[in-house]
């Protein structure tokens, strides 16, 4: 990953006008690391406009630097985009797409890889457990190219809310000794994981918590219980006066379910696509099925979009997890016969 720093670091001492974006429907990490290289680039000097063309959820939006956070822009004078977290270039979104792909020269910082990779600069790593871990070896690389501070603590309250919601609070299996000892100086410049967690997972309006309501009455389970899903409709979130930010973390709750390895969650968003989110236990990938749809992530959280019908996505989705299941495992069941014995 040197050289690949190297080029990064090299790319942002040259330019001025610098873009950055995530995906739609931005999580803890996609909004943590745009925010926290917005404080680095800017204390160089850097001309910075982040975006995020579903905006900021109202559970992100006390993360310092948040009001920077525009939906689009119509400027393109921009010499260098940074797009961190996507998984794919088309995640980005329609309105923020053209803004991104007229800079000269495209940076991609990501923990997804998948067969939609692009850029003219990669900084691509699957074991880091979030893209926050790679935000923050470029800004140490930044500091030491520059010689001045910027591992401030708004970009550490920034980045541990990254690994944080990443890591469901530390509990997932992409969790390693890297992730951990981050956490420790992230914490030792003032992010106290305590009230991030408790922002991040105990915060939740009354309409998300309503929300929640109808999506576990709405859940559905195959007849083996390995894969389980639900949906919000439009009427739902007409009834109760929601937007799909207030959706964060309701796949979670499906996952939970004992016997589930793949839960999928269907949002009907009014004036969208179905927007469907999906979580997996250790051994599963969901990437693999939402690539299938045209959307990426990585093995154990995974995304797309669909402009169909919600009963008819929710049909050829359900299916495409129901055949992949099934070939991981006869996989796995391939693999421990040829081991044979124990």
């Known amino acids: 990953m040197r050289k690949q720093t190297e080029q990064a670091?090299?790319?942002?001492?040259?330019?001025?006008?610098?873009?950055?974006?995530?995906?739609?429907?931005?999580?803890g990490d996609a909004l943590g690391c745009?925010?926290?290289?917005?404080?680095?680039?800017?204390?160089?000097?850097?001309?910075?406009?982040?975006?995020?063309?579903?905006?900021?959820?109202?559970?992100?939006?006390?993360?310092?630097?948040?009001?920077?956070?525009?939906?689009?822009?119509?400027?393109?004078?921009?010499?260098?985009?940074?797009?961190?977290?996507?998984?794919?270039?088309?995640?980005?979104?329609?309105?923020?797409?053209?803004?991104?792909?007229?800079?000269?020269?495209?940076?991609?910082?990501?923990?997804?890889?998948?067969?939609?990779?692009?850029?003219?600069i990669q900084i691509l790593d699957s074991t880091a457990a979030?893209?926050?871990?790679?935000?923050?070896?470029?800004?140490?690389?930044?500091?030491?190219?520059?010689?001045?501070?910027l591992a401030t603590k708004d970009v550490a309250i920034c980045?541990?809310?990254?690994?944080?919601?990443?890591?469901?609070?530390?509990?997932?299996?992409?969790?390693?000794?890297?992730?951990?000892?981050?956490?420790?100086?992230?914490?030792?410049?003032?992010?106290?994981?305590?009230?991030?967690?408790?922002?991040?997972?105990?915060?939740?309006t009354y309409g998300s918590v309503k929300m929640l309501g109808r999506a576990l009455d709405a859940m559905q389970l195959t007849t083996d219980g390995r894969i389980g899903w639900s949906h919000i409709t439009a009427k739902d979130f007409s009834e109760l006066n929601a937007t799909d930010a207030e959706t964060e973390g309701i796949v979670n709750h499906i996952r939970a379910v004992t016997?589930?390895?793949?839960?999928?969650?269907f949002r009907e968003v009014p004036g969208s696509k179905v927007r469907i989110s999906m979580r997996a236990r250790d051994g599963m990938d969901v990437n693999k099925i939402a690539n299938v749809f045209g959307g990426?992530?990585?093995?154990?959280?995974?995304?797309?979009?669909?402009?169909l019908p919600l009963a008819e996505v929710e049909k050829l989705v359900v299916a495409e997890a129901i055949r992949q299941v099934a070939l991981t495992v006869s996989e796995a069941d391939s693999e421990q016969a040829a081991s044979g014995p124990v």
């Open 259 to 265: 016997t589930v390895q793949v839960g999928i969650l």
């Open 159 to 204: 980045l541990m809310t990254g690994l944080i919601t990443d890591t469901g609070s530390f509990r997932f299996p992409n969790v390693t000794p890297r992730t951990f000892q981050l956490a420790a100086q992230l914490q030792e410049l003032g992010a106290i994981p305590a009230p991030i967690t408790e922002l991040v997972f105990e915060n939740r």
């Open 34 to 120: 745009i925010l926290a290289l917005t404080h680095a680039l800017r204390s160089l000097g850097k001309d910075v406009v982040p975006l995020s063309q579903d905006g900021v959820p109202e559970i992100y939006r006390w993360l310092p630097g948040a009001e920077w956070i525009e939906a689009q822009t119509e400027r393109r004078d921009f010499e260098l985009a940074i797009v961190c977290d996507a998984g794919v270039m088309e995640r980005t979104g329609l309105k923020v797409r053209p803004t991104l792909e007229s800079a000269p020269c495209l940076m991609d910082i990501d923990h997804h890889i998948s067969d939609g990779t692009f850029g003219d």
């Open 9 to 27: 670091v090299a790319a942002i001492r040259t330019a001025h006008r610098i873009v950055l974006a995530s995906h739609v429907n931005p999580d």
């Open 296 to 307: 990426g992530g990585h093995k154990l959280a995974a995304g797309c979009s669909v402009e």
């Open 130 to 149: 979030a893209t926050a871990e790679l935000i923050w070896d470029l800004i140490t690389a930044l500091e030491a190219d520059a010689m001045q501070t």
